[in-house]
């Protein structure tokens, strides 16, 4: 097993994770000061970054079952977890939205 590449793995996902609390945090200020956020332009930019995760996984998938050097079984893993955990992501953020407009549409008025 390739320890610097894990830490590297673990340091990106800290860096991450840090950046969206900071993000969290920052939105509400955006929204004050701009006043308006664009809903479709959020979720097309996060639905094309699920996308660009899992092309880059395919591409590098692809590379390793050439047998291109460059590319190793355990970066091929990474990227394709990386991918999965995208996509399971989205796919939950589906349901809970479709499970907030059922609720809203089943409210008597």
Known sequence: MNVPKVDGLLAEMQAAMAAAR???A?????A????????ANVLKNTLDGVAETQNKASALQEAFVLGDDKV????????MQ???IALQATVQVRNKVVAAYNDIM???V
């Open 32 to 39: 004050a000061s701009a006043g308006k956020i664009d809903f």
């Open 72 to 79: 190793s079984l355990s970066d091929t893993m990474i990227a």
């Open 106 to 108: 089943n409210m008597q």
């Open 26 to 30: 920052a939105k509400p200020q955006v």
């Open 82 to 84: 990386k991918a999965n």
């Open 22 to 24: 900071a993000g969290a």
